[in-house]
């Protein structure tokens, strides 16, 4: 743990309770607006044209000439 976060760790334990549950759910909301942001981003480097393109390309081709198997056959083979 870097020293500032060391820091932050300190500071967030020797708050009063009340205070600690705001900062928790400041934190919590922080996290939530976090995820959403990346889950935009996600969807949109999945679209057409996206980020993920060449990789759902790849993915199709190799369904259409039959170099998968499905999942499930695939984990009962550890």
Known sequence: MTRTVEKIADEVKALPEEQLEEFLAWLADFEAERLDSWETEVAADSRPGGRLQTLRDRARDDIA????K???E???NK
């Open 70 to 72: 499905p999942l499930d």
């Open 65 to 68: 000439k039959g170099k998968t």
């Open 74 to 76: 695939f984990l009962d």
